[in-house]
């Protein structure tokens, strides 16, 4: 199959590639999406074999108005509250489904996550194919998630018919999730609503802390975020250094990324991730699959755990796989 890459120019086409059964990948704020007919089961197998996506994982329903979620989900007080609060934009709600979605959507569970992206793209042709968008990230699954259309065309050409560019996504980390159906909100993924603004809605949130192997959210116990090559954290740009000079010293080409003037030393390899933390979040993932193709060690700097930084944290704890030096 041939994948073409068009601009908004394309939007119209793939919303008759949805309504015909096909897969089509768009642009959002957050990152590239691979979508669906929410109500087309056969559609929505297509995506789970062009990411070789595990069955369990449940996909995300995008909509572009309140009036859609009740097509798919039993809306509540507070997820109305949210969505005025916070949609459009990178926040998803996990809420009762509605038996009108299949189970192919939401990998069985009784629940689904609903999001209403803000990018002009997603909007368009949610509206277009006059229907929901069942979309994951528009990476191969265990891959970093797309933050350009050249990356998506990266992992799935050939598998899909059309990507719609709409340019390098402003936020760059995948949306948050937070779990409405339980007795306290719960952050299951953080992203670009933080905890911190939504505690400013909700009397409490708590942030998921747990054995990933009984993850509330089947996505968090795979391997998420990873580069294809060695990732660690540093500390401190001393323990950077260290590390950097420790495997070029055994022949290994090492890179250090972190905030602009991490490390000032010239004749250091360093990626400038950019100087505030949406920046950082901005660039993540774009620096990550450019970085993998020239070398085999990453060394990234540790962010605080607060904000946005908490969010970037996390997946970067993910492309670590925990070991911070
Ligand atoms: O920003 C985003 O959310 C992007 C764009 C395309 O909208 N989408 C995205 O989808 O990141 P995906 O499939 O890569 O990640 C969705 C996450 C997974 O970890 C999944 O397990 C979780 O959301 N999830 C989806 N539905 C759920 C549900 N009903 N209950 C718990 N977790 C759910
Ligand atoms: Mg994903």
Redesign the pocket.
């Known amino acids: 199959m041939e994948t073409k890459i068009k601009g908004i120019d394309g939007i119209e086409e793939g919303a008759r590639i949805i309504k015909e059964g096909g897969i089509v990948a768009f642009a959002?704020e957050?990152?590239?999406?691979l979508g669906a007919d929410a109500f087309n089961e056969k559609a929505v197998a297509k995506i789970f074999e062009a990411k070789g996506r595990p069955q369990d994982?449940?996909?995300?329903v995008?909509i572009a108005g309140i009036e859609d979620a009740q097509r798919a989900a039993e809306l509540t007080d507070t997820a109305v509250k949210l969505f005025k609060a916070f949609s459009p934009g990178?926040l998803?709600l996990?809420l009762k489904k509605k038996k009108e979605l299949p189970y192919a959507v939401?990998a069985g569970?009784d629940?689904?996550?609903i999001?209403m992206?803000r990018h002009y793209a997603a909007r368009a042709l949610i509206q277009k194919s006059q229907t929901l968008i069942a979309?994951?990230?528009a990476n191969s699954s265990t891959r970093i998630?797309p933050t350009t259309a050249l990356h998506v065309y990266e992992d799935m050409r050939g598998k899909i018919p059309l990507i719609i560019d709409g340019g390098d996504c402003a936020v760059g980390i995948?949306?948050t999730?937070l779990?409405l159906t339980g007795n306290t909100p719960q952050i299951?993924?953080p992203?670009a609503v933080t905890i911190e603004m939504l505690l400013k809605y909700l009397p409490e949130v708590k942030n998921f802390q747990g054995e990933i192997k009984t993850a509330?959210?089947?996505?968090?116990k795979y391997k998420h975020y990873a580069p294809i090559v060695d990732c660690v954290l540093s500390r401190t740009a001393l323990s950077a250094l260290k590390e950097y000079k420790r495997a070029r010293a055994e022949g290994k080409k090492a890179v250090i990324m972190g905030r602009k003037g991490y490390i000032s030393d010239k004749s250091v390899d360093f990626i400038d991730l950019g100087q505030t933390s949406e920046q950082i979040a901005r660039n993540l993932y774009r620096k990550m699959r450019e970085a993998e193709k020239i070398y085999n060690l990453i060394i990234i700097e540790e962010f605080s755990r607060k904000d946005l930084e908490y969010s970037i944290m996390n997946r970067l704890i993910k492309s670590s796989q925990g070991v911070i030096i």
């Open positions: 959002t957050t990152v590239y999406g994982n449940p996909l995300i995008h990178p998803t996990v939401t569970l629940t689904v996550g999001r992206p979309a994951p990230s998630s995948e949306s999730v779990d299951l993924r992203g509330p959210s089947p996505g968090m």
